[in-house]
């Protein structure tokens, strides 16, 4: 039996958020003082996701990936990778980080069992990343991502969120970047979010522009899809190499959604932009057992939309942050 939701879609990938906290404040994610952070006992444990992952894992969940905020902040992270992929049923764990704790964390998290690693740059320029991070950490991610190869995570995805006017002219360095390094960058379309949002839609560089851009420097073509990967590929006809668009605001990919979400507060949420959510923490913590967390799956799936709203005549936008949903 598969864990379908109500229109048919299998669901096989849980993200899960391990905090809230993190050491970059972006700009289009989260406001310049951070934000006020829950008491750390209203966090997930570690054991407690571990169980989540696998009542999740009997149902049909087969990847998981690990993000927040920023989810090398958590403590003892490798022991969590280590328990998740102890995990019959979970054959990739992946994380989403902004890089900058690579240096010290990718050699236990791969020996732990990690799979993959997707690291955000945004920007190669020192000035521009102090703009967009609020934080000089550049060099900090740029040598996290050389020891992250060193490690063994080859090929790495580096993904960019592409702002009008602010980082939209480096699409060809940024990709070059990921090339020399046998990796893939993705670029991202700004997606208006939480408390960050302002009127800022028209900061959105759809796919179509950024090909405008990128043929500039590369020979690209369509590559066929793949259905599991919400990234649309083109490749480089000349090299081989492989850029990927993250398409949320010009052509959504929610026939093929494939995820569910599991903030750090312990709430099962159906989608990225669906404001519901179903406490599972309370569920856990009230006693519940396996069946009850099975049920709590299942109420989030029945919960999902066919797709979001973002683009609706009348938008509807998530009303939480991205760290606090675990983009
Ligand atoms: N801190 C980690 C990182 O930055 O990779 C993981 C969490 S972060 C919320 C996950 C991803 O969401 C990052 O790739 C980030 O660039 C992206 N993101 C955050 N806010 C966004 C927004 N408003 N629109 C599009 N992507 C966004
Ligand atoms: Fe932190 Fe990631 Fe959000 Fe940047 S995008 S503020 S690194 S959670």
Request: aromatic share 6%; with cysteine; glycine share 8%.
């Amino acid at each position: 039996m598969m864990f379908s939701d109500r229109f048919n879609r299998v669901i096989t990938y849980l993200r899960i958020s391990v905090t809230e906290r993190c050491n970059f404040r972006c700009i289009y994610c989260m406001p310049a003082e951070g934000i006020a952070l829950v008491p750390k006992v209203e966090l997930l444990s570690f054991e407690e996701i571990a169980r989540v992952v696998s009542v999740g894992a009997k149902l049909g969940l087969s990847k998981i990936r690990l993000t927040g905020g920023e989810p090398t902040i958590r403590h003892d992270l490798p022991e969590l990778v280590a328990m998740i992929s102890d995990i019959d049923g979970i054959n990739e764990i992946a994380m989403t980080t902004n890089g900058a704790r690579l240096s010290e964390l990718a050699k236990p998290l791969r020996q732990a069992g990690l799979s993959r690693i997707n690291i955000s740059l945004d920007t190669l320029r020192p000035d521009r990343s102090v703009e967009l991070t609020r934080r000089d950490l550049l060099p900090a991610v740029l040598k996290g991502a050389d020891d992250a190869l060193a490690a063994g995570f080859t090929p790495l995805k580096f993904n960019a969120v592409v702002l009008r006017g602010i980082n939209d002219d480096e699409l060809c360095d940024l990709a070059s970047f990921a090339h020399e390094r046998g990796s893939q960058m993705r670029f991202i379309e700004y997606m208006p979010m939480g408390s960050v949002r302002t009127d800022e839609r028209n900061r959105t560089v759809t796919m179509r522009e950024m090909l405008e851009r990128l043929r500039e420097r590369f020979d690209l073509v369509p590559e066929p899809g793949n259905l599991s990967d919400p990234a649309r590929g083109w490749v480089c006809r000349r090299s081989g190499a492989r850029i990927g668009f993250i398409t949320s605001m010009s052509e959504h990919f929610c026939d093929s959604c494939n995820r569910m979400r599991l903030t750090a507060e312990g709430g099962l949420r159906p989608c990225l932009h669906q404001n519901a959510e179903v406490d599972l923490k309370s569920v856990i913590r009230g006693g519940g057992d396996d069946n009850d967390v099975e049920d709590a799956f299942k109420r989030a799936a029945d919960l999902k939309w066919a797709g979001h709203q973002m683009n609706a005549f009348v938008p509807i936008y998530s009303s939480k942050d991205m760290l606090r949903i675990g983009g």
